[in-house]
């Protein structure tokens, strides 16, 4: 599979449930984000990792808590979260922070 | 903090035409990445064009074009011959390097949605 690939696509949640995110590039980059993309709202950045390590994380909740294993896995594991913490979340890409990102095709998140 | 405007939020254009889509972004930065993403129906965000502040040529990629004014802290997208395909929601991101920290800051625009007429 070429690309970033994130599964799964769609997922819905209780408020009390633990569950996870994946995201995997296959396009050999050091560098991986988390966005959150809600309706009518612009596109926020979430998390960054360079070279494994976490560079940016702009006050998200607690609720939300981001692993990096490796350069070409990434996975936002989700707790406790609130309705309105649906959304779609994307994954992104890219070799060097400051240079073109590749995102992958997100996971619709619904929390009831 | 940067903010990123897009004043339009919606657009449409028929097919082989030329579009304008307009961004504007403040920041007191000199060093920075402007980018423009497209968004179709699939959901995929699709790097479209890239701009580094310092370089004062206009990138441009096909029939993607954009016009950098970096005084009037303006980066619009000029699509020509526009196709069907290209209909999609449109993001103009503004990106910094916190220098020191380590850190990174990414802001988009809240998107222009963009409609080709056949």
């Known amino acids: 599979e070429t690309g970033v690939t994130q599964t799964p696509r769609h997922l819905v949640m209780g408020m009390t449930n633990k569950k996870s995110l994946k995201c995997e590039q296959h396009?050999?980059?050091?560098?991986m984000y988390w966005y959150k993309q809600s309706a009518k709202k612009p596109l926020e950045l979430m998390f960054v990792y360079s070279l494994e390590e976490r560079v940016e994380n702009n006050s998200v909740p607690s609720r939300f808590s981001p692993e990096c294993p490796n350069s070409s896995h990434l996975f936002l594991h989700l707790h406790t979260l609130q309705p309105e913490d649906s959304a779609l979340y994307l994954c992104a890409s890219s070799q060097g922070v400051l240079e073109t990102q590749y995102f992958g095709p997100g996971t619709r998140l619904l929390v009831l | 903090a940067q903010t990123v405007t897009q004043s339009q939020p919606e657009m449409s254009v028929q097919e082989a035409e030329t579009v304008t889509l307009s961004c504007t972004y403040d920041t007191s930065e000199n060093n920075y990445y402007l980018f423009w993403y497209k968004q179709p129906p699939s959901r995929q965000m699709i790097l479209v064009i890239r701009?580094?502040?310092?370089?004062?040529q206009n990138a441009t990629e096909n029939r993607f074009s954009v016009n950098f004014q970096k005084a009037a802290k303006s980066f619009s997208l000029k699509i020509s011959d526009s196709q069907l395909g290209d209909t999609a929601m449109y993001f103009c991101a503004f990106m910094k390097h916190v220098s020191g920290a380590g850190s990174y800051q990414l802001t988009f625009g809240k998107g222009t949605k963009l409609s080709v007429i056949p």
């Open positions: 396009l050999g980059h050091n560098a």
């Open positions: 701009q580094e502040a310092y370089k004062q």
